[in-house]
């Protein structure tokens, strides 16, 4: 097999496999780097991982799709064991997780209601996080499994946000069908996969039971993917009677549909093999119910939208990559004249979040998100530095919040051994919305108004058995 079938196999494959639906990956993974891991990867119904995490943060909380873990001010690891196993017809693994550290208070501005569950909020308690991951069952018969667990998933073409479902938060427990990331052979050159989702009940502010119930489906021909998703949020009353079996087949029976909030999702990616190159868009338009205002009226006026290009080869090496990606989930301009969707903006559904962080897009409302990267990818290390502009509250508040921050991650393998580091430094502007219209022409910031901060994370996994 000549270098560069080989690099393409090895490498731009994966970013095939990550348009569809992948669980608990860092942006290094999602490039393709755990491919590389013979080890991890061997058919052995057994698996047994030890995972160590390391991190030092100057002051916000700081990192994005990370599991929903918590890394604030201070110093801290979390330490787990992950054990699996599976055969043809059964799956199960159980991880628990001890935290261990020193956390520092913040003097910040504070953010309520829809940015309340951004990244950079402080939790109260770092114990309100769930002291397993990645913990459930599956029965298997071919390519199809049903289960119920707590693993993270992603949906979507998107290496750095998902409009529906990405590892922002801690996986929620949840009942599922499908056949997770297997596409299932219907035809010469056609592949499908599907899955349903819907969570155990979640309680929001009023103290009322929520579930989140998804379908997601995918198309596959030749270069071309095709993606759908339908997620309905519904109960969230604390007066209405809502349960399990209703919110399970609510896409089905339509009980209540008109005031449940829902998301239709779309996305095309295509891809050039010889040239190396992913090119996706992703389209959601929210429906979201407006006080007797008919939402299917008013829905274009919040449709959001993710953009991206990935290439593998570039300044002629094919270890070397690069890649960008635009998310845009900014309020429609006729937010305060006519009723506009706006994306995660719910009270009932605890604005889109599980334990304080958003499970779809971490910039979250009335937002939009740019990321640049280039890195070097081989069989045994990695490195990538990335650039990253995003802004929150951009109909909602002149000015916005503006953040602006450079990444830098490595990893290395070694045997058994995987080791990530991953470095930002972080520059905001206009935290908590407290500058007006004077503070930008005259150039000056209210108190609060600029944080900086540095964030070091180091991931280390050995495979144990």
């Excluded at 990606?325 to 937010?335: A, D, K, P």
């Amino acid at each position: 097999m000549n270098l560069y079938l080989k690099t393409y196999l090895t490498v731009f494959c994966p970013l095939f496999l990550f348009g569809q639906s992948s669980q608990n990956k860092t942006l290094i993974d999602l490039l393709g780097f755990t491919k590389y891991d013979n080890y991890a990867n061997r058919n052995h119904p057994l698996s047994i991982n030890y995972n160590q995490k390391f991190y030092l943060n100057s002051n916000l909380p700081n990192f994005e799709n990370e599991n929903g873990y918590y890394f604030p001010k201070g110093y801290g690891s979390y330490t787990s064991i992950n054990m699996s196993y599976r055969n043809t017809f059964f799956e199960i693994s159980f991880e628990p997780i001890m935290y261990i550290g020193r956390i520092y208070n913040i003097n910040i501005n504070e953010k309520t209601k829809l940015f309340s569950v951004l990244n950079d909020v402080p939790l109260d308690d770092v114990e309100k996080f769930q002291k397993f991951t990645d913990t459930g069952m599956k029965l298997v018969y071919n390519k199809i499994k049903i289960g119920y667990g707590n693993w993270n998933r992603w949906w979507g073409p998107g290496l750095h946000n998902s409009l529906v479902l990405t590892n922002n938060s801690k996986g929620f427990y949840h009942y599922f069908l499908g056949s997770e990331d297997n596409f299932i052979n219907i035809s010469k050159n056609m592949f499908i996969k599907f899955n349903y989702i819907l969570s155990e009940s979640m309680i929001n502010q009023l103290n009322a039971k929520f579930f989140l119930t998804a379908y997601y489906l995918n198309l596959k021909y030749k270069n071309l993917e095709f993606g759908y998703s339908k997620n309905i949020l519904s109960g969230g009353f604390p007066d209405l009677s809502w349960t399990k079996h209703d919110a399970l087949f609510i896409p089905i029976t339509k009980k209540n549909i008109h005031l449940w909030d829902s998301i239709d999702d779309f996305f095309v990616m295509l891809s050039f093999p010889d040239e190396q190159v992913e090119l996706f868009i992703e389209i959601g338009r929210p429906n979201t119910t407006f006080l007797g205002n008919n939402p299917e009226e008013f829905s274009d006026h919040g449709v959001g939208s993710n953009i991206g290009l990935r290439k593998i080869g570039v300044f002629g090496s094919n270890k070397l990559l690069f890649g960008v990606e635009y998310t845009r989930l900014v309020q429609s301009m006729y937010y305060n004249i006519l009723p506009s969707s706006n994306w995660y903006d719910n009270i009932k559904y605890s604005y889109s979040s599980y334990k304080g962080r958003r499970w779809a897009a971490h910039s979250g409302s009335d937002s939009d998100d740019f990321l640049v990267f280039l890195g070097y990818l081989d069989e045994r290390k990695s490195l990538i530095f990335g650039l990253n502009y995003e802004r929150h509250g951009v109909s909602f508040h002149f000015p916005p919040e503006v953040k602006f921050e450079y990444k830098l991650q490595a990893s290395i393998k070694y045997g058994r051994t995987d080791i990530q580091i991953k470095y930002e430094n972080e520059y905001f502007e206009h935290y908590g919305f407290v500058d007006s219209n004077n503070n930008v022409w005259l150039d000056t910031f209210e108190e609060g108004s600029i944080n900086r901060t540095n964030s070091l994370l180091i991931n280390i996994k050995r495979s144990l058995y």
